[in-house]
């Protein structure tokens, strides 16, 4: 057995060589890619490759072959492939050479997978133990097909010029670099092929009772580009119920300080769930607990918990409640019991703000709070207002009320409490601040004093009730949507061209679209567009490549690739016995 010559290393024999361990370190990288789809077509228990391998889930990838190549997991092992390489060629006979190479690359595949669990802990990944099994297959597939590359280059160089050694020195590493390029572009077009699913265009028709997320493509101001939305607080500020949970909720109220403010505040006890906008009315007219005749930028801040909100202004029939552009939005658009007027939901995210701006005139914010899912150790609720005006604290008991007796609606305004404490005899007391501002311009000159309000801190819906076509019409924004999953009554269905039979609710999810989304009549919604992945009722719909293929095609393709492979094995076969028998008459 003859020591490795480390002075090699510095020559060209080193080019060489490096050129070995790219092609071993492109097979190896791409690895994951071979046994996803081994485990598709082997134990996938979906339909379909696809849905094998992503267990039902969407299955969209846009693939890039710049990346593949010069991904961080292919550089890294280009070292160590170069060593397992070079100590291949320390053994004298072929048999141990080729023994030494396969274990060289198991052990390689082996602690590569290890060290990325290590790195990821978070990721839920396939246990270590079943890697370590298939890296056994995929270090004697790797071997056999790295072998039968270098046995074909070895062949084709010698018919060319079995004399030079400098053909080789030249050719061959060149030859390596050229099959680890053409290796990565076969693989990445078979997977992109196979994997990433094709667009599809949909005209689909869906109307109430709608239930879905959405996310609007871009959110431009021109009438092209704009993004689809249900912002229902275009809608009179007065016709909104806001059902909210509070974490370290704040209200800012900014004040337009030309305009002299005044602030009622109203402590409500005992009044009724879900009040009615008369009914509120009446709460108003109460005496008012304290009265700040002219009040600056006020804060109010509340401590975790459920909280109602009521918004009653006497403003411009263009006075509303903005809500930022949560990146995922959720909606429901449903039948009242009539089925002639609509009610509409919009769910609110917590990393919304809730923005509203007001003229001069009165405008009231109802704060309903109660002590339901509060902590049993702690069941009062509290609130605070704040500005240069007046401080003050409302630390809110729910006593002597029983939720299994009728509620008597007899509503009071406590006074101000000395010690911040306020028994409240309902299973919800209201914080009523109502902002006054004066208006001694004549009705013909426009308003323009003008406050505003940021709500932040919170989660929950919005609804609105009671809703005709005509309003409906108004609320939604026609536009673009990107995103759309839920559940829908589907009144027609056309996926390239094809009709698809729909029957009543369905659920229906799109993803990487195009889609443009507009409303018709009677709460109907129109989809039209590009999908990039189409479910109806979690079953996908747009196929991919490979998919359209007929099962013909399939098979003659498989076949090809297994002939391919049964040939390769063959050829090195034959290659390890004729090295057997000269061997064996050498010795002779």
Known sequence: MHKLDLTKMLKWETVIYLSHALF???????????????????????????????????????????????????????LPCYFVVLMSLK???????????????????????????????????????????YNFFGALAIFLFYKFIVLANRKLLLKIDADSKALFKLIEPAIMAAVSVLYLTLLFVTQSSTMAVSPSHINITIEPPLDFFYSTKNNSDSDKHRGFDIPIGKSRINELDWKLFSTDMSVDYLIDSSVSTALEVRVLNGCGINPTISEIEEYLALTPAITIPNISNTLLEFDDGQVDIKLLSDGFVNE?????????????????????????????????????NSWEGTTTYIFFLSDFLQDKEKPMRTARIASK????KFNFSFVNFNLDKPIDNSCTSLPISKNDNYEIEAPIGGLALTFISDNNRTPLIFRQGKHSSSIEGVSGWVFKEHVDEKQLKRTIDNGLLSFIAGSAKITSLNVDGKPYSVHDRHSIAIQKGEIGASHTDNGTIRLVGSAGVFFLDNKRVNQSRWEKLGTEYQLAILTIIFSTIAFCVNQFVKHTQNNQTNTKEQSK
Not at 341 to 351: E, G, T, V
Not at 389 to 392: G, L, P, R, S
């Open 24 to 78: 071993l370190s492109v097979i190896i990288s791409t690895g994951g890619v071979i046994q996803e789809l081994i485990d598709g077509l082997l134990f996938g228990v979906q339909a379909n490759l696809i849905d094998s391998i992503y267990e039902g889930g969407i299955a969209l990838n846009e693939y890039h072959l710049f990346d593949w190549a010069t991904s961080p997991h292919l550089l890294t092992l280009i």
């Open 389 to 392: 005006e007046f401080n003050a």
């Open 91 to 133: 053994p004298d006979s072929a048999t141990r050479k080729n023994l030494t190479l396969m274990g060289g690359l198991y052990v390689l595949l082996c602690v590569s997978d290890t060290l990325i669990n290590l790195f990821y802990k978070d990721v839920d990944f396939v246990p270590l133990s079943t890697h370590y099994i």
């Open 320 to 356: 509303g409640i903005s809500l930022d552009s949560s990146s995922i939005k959720q909606a429901s658009i449903t039948l009242e019991d009539d089925e002639e007027k609509y009610r509409i939901s919009r769910f609110i995210a917590y990393d919304e703000t809730i923005s509203h």
